[in-house]
């Protein structure tokens, strides 16, 4: 669907519609009250997935209180969380419990090579590796309704392509469901285990829906051929009556819609003024529940399957809600939620009471490794106020070609009409990510610092319709980077910012963005960070992991083929144009990276010193895309603002007089 970020280079980077000069009639005297150190703002806690014990007094969930993501169980109740695993080196994060019992799921992969194993954690704590081996990528699937058994799917057969298997819950002994030679995407198995519904991509904006029957081993595709259209199978319902899919087929927006199984028809369940982004059932087939990204922001409807009305829920916070778990029971909810000032906390909602519980207090924890339960669950630490922090603002602006361009924007406190701020044009991953409101401690540590930070949805984005997803398809390097180029004359239009002082930040597709507005743009932009960007497609195209084979073709449509549009592949590549960069620029790496691999970054930092432009290097040896650990999180994020502090905040009266 549109509003899938595309999973090569995916990079989710967080970020409501206020006229450009609103927020400058606010004092700025006495915010901020102080400037905050990077460790204070990673400090703070991620936290993320939810799975409800059998009995329902304890959620799992992945936490990162100790510098690394780990495995960690929460009362109901609420109260002190127990660490289950204790990793100092890779990511662990939780999948789920078992069941009947306390033995729970878990994955990691290693140094963030993204070849994540599926393991469980025993009853007396040990660990077991349920895919071993030394190259393949393993994906949880799901549970049988029983309980009985799960599946999993891994690559290990053919490193293209993912077979799910089904391992029996007590002994893990496994049987192979469904082998594919295709490359399709499993979005969905049936409650009783008959039916696969898959995807497979045409294009990053165009799918087709495929439905394998186990009885009769046979493959019968869903959707018309050659509809241009995306669709994603999502869930059956518990009869195994139903298979419930998203798709966008004559229309700008995704909704839901089912099929009949027996009866072989097709009809609408659900619609929205906006992309639908996912719906499931809970255990028992009670409640349907829809996520719908309305303007950079989730919003979320449970139904009552018995009625097919929608559930009234009491206020929950304010914010982005997502990640919602039903428990087995149906009687409670968990969820997280999370607001521009504030990171995403695990709230549980008993159905009938007045209001969720929280079970976290994420902001400004000042971690102590040998205490894990005050690192989550003492009160919040006063040393950041948050009231320092900012609210974001959805603003829209024509582009060049008068075609809307949406963004979030942060205003520091102290940018005034009399004090000009320093800006960012902050650029998204992808190609087909979204900049969405939600905290970002990198954002609001830049804010604090006196950034004003655009993050920009250019043309190709998600959530703002099918055409708008498709605008970039084969632009690459020319209208979505002029979208940036516009945005960067809406940030100078403000009374509130430098118009010589804006620079441009962003990480995987958005490192990209950066480093093609360096190099093909190289007047705009009076400065440059870029983490872990593309600078040579033809060899990203060249080296994808085997394990995206699915996307492969979807790919080329969408950004070229590395044989058939090399020579345009190579003319939007800024290697090939580093001999016309002209602003600093600095460049953050994982030496791991499996999707923008080191020579990216390598070649393009050798080709700019070669220029005499100053240009930074930042690689992490333990990091693959997207820095996991607050060590490395912690060092890159202070560099950036010393970058930006020395080559786009002070700038050198030279420059600012040319």
């Known amino acids: 669907m549109t509003t899938r970020p595309h999973p090569i280079l995916a990079l989710v980077l967080l970020a409501g519609v206020a006229p450009p000069g609103s927020a400058a009639a606010a004092p700025a005297a006495t915010r901020p009250s102080r400037q905050y150190t990077i460790e204070q703002f990673l400090n703070t806690t991620s936290v993320g997935g939810a799975s409800f014990s059998p009995d329902e007094t ?4 992945s936490s990162n209180a100790t ?7 929460v009362p109901v109740a609420g109260g002190a969380p127990t660490a289950l695993t204790a990793s100092t080196t890779d990511s662990t994060y939780a999948v789920s419990y078992f069941r009947g019992d306390d033995r729970v799921l878990f994955t990691r992969d290693q140094g963030g090579n993204e070849l994540n194993h599926l393991y469980v954690r025993e009853r007396d704590g040990t660990e077991k590796d349920l895919t071993p081996g030394t190259k393949l990528k393993a994906v949880f699937r799901g549970w049988t309704p029983a309980g009985d058994a799960f599946y999993v799917a891994t690559n290990e057969r053919d490193p293209r392509y993912f077979d799910p298997y089904r391992y029996d819950a007590k002994a893990y002994e496994r049987t192979l469901v469904f082998k594919d030679e295709t490359g399709y995407d499993l979005g969905a198995i049936s409650p009783d285990g008959r039916w696969l519904a898959f995807s497979k991509p045409r294009t990053t904006s165009e799918s087709d829906l495929f439905l394998w029957d186990g009885q009769k081993s046979e493959m019968k595709r869903l959707s018309a051929e050659g509809a241009e259209a995306d669709y994603s199978p999502e869930a059956f319902d518990v009869d195994s009556r ?4 998203l798709t966008n087929e004559k229309g700008e927006f995704a909704r839901v819609r089912r099929y009949d199984l027996a009866a072989g ?31 950079a922001r989730t919003l979320i ?9 929608p559930l009234s829920l009491p206020a929950l916070p304010a914010g982005d809600i997502t990640s919602v778990v039903i428990s087995p029971s149906e009687k409670r909810m968990a969820f997280y939620a999370s607001g521009d000032r504030s990171p995403s906390n695990l709230y549980v909602y008993t159905f009938g009471e ?20 005050d690192a989550i669950t003492d009160t919040l630490n006063k040393e950041i106020d948050p009231e320092d922090l900012v609210d974001a603002s959805v603003v829209r602006f024509k ?12 205003k520091p406190h102290q940018a005034t009409a009399e004090t000009k701020a320093p800006a960012l044009v902050w650029v998204h991953g992808g190609p087909g990510g979204q900049t969405r409101k939600g905290y970002s401690a990198l954002i609001q540590y830049l804010v604090n610092h006196g950034y004003v930070v655009l993050g920009i949805n250019n043309r190709g984005s998600s959530g703002y319709g099918r055409t708008f997803n498709k605008a970039d398809d084969l632009k690459h390097g020319h209208e979505p980077l002029w979208d940036c180029v516009e945005g960067k004359k809406y940030l100078a239009s403000l009374p509130w910012v430098d118009k ?9 597709y958005g490192g990209y963005m950066v480093l093609a507005a360096l190099t093909l743009k190289p007047e705009e932009f009076a400065a440059g960070v870029d983490m872990f960007g593309i600078s040579n497609w033809v060899r990203t195209l060249e080296s994808i992991p085997s394990w995206w084979e699915s996307q492969r073709l979807a790919l080329y449509t969408e950004i070229g083929d590395p044989v058939k549009d090399k020579e345009m592949l190579l003319a939007v590549s800024p290697l090939f144009h580093a001999d016309q960069v002209k602003r600093p620029l600095m460049v953050l790496q994982g030496a791991n990276d499996p999707r923008v691999i080191k020579p990216e970054s390598d070649d393009i930092v050798a080709a700019v010193k070669r220029k005499g432009v100053p240009v930074e290097y930042v690689v992490f040896p333990d990091e693959g895309h997207g820095f996991s650990k607050r060590k490395n999180q912690i060092e890159g994020d202070r560099k950036i603002l010393e970058f930006l502090d020395t080559y786009l905040k002070a700038v050198p009266a030279a420059r600012k007089a040319s």
């Open 58 to 61: 304890r959620i799992l969930f």
């Open 67 to 73: 510098g690394v993501f780990n495995v960690y169980s």
């Open 242 to 245: 139903h298979l419930y899919y």
């Open 265 to 295: 028809s097709h009809e609408d369940v659900e619609n929205a003024d906006w992309d639908v982004m996912y719906t499931s059932f809970s255990r028992q087939g009670r409640y349907r529940l829809t996520g719908i990204n309305a303007d």
């Open 301 to 309: 409807k449970l139904y009552d399957t018995r009625t097919g009305q």
């Open 354 to 373: 007045a209001e969720p519980r929280r079970l976290t207090d994420t902001l400004n924890k000042e971690i102590d490794p040998e205490d894990l339960v």
């Open 399 to 410: 582009s060049f070609d008068q075609m809307t361009i949406p963004n979030i924007l942060f």
């Open 500 to 508: 010589d002082r804006i620079g441009i930040i962003g990480g995987s």
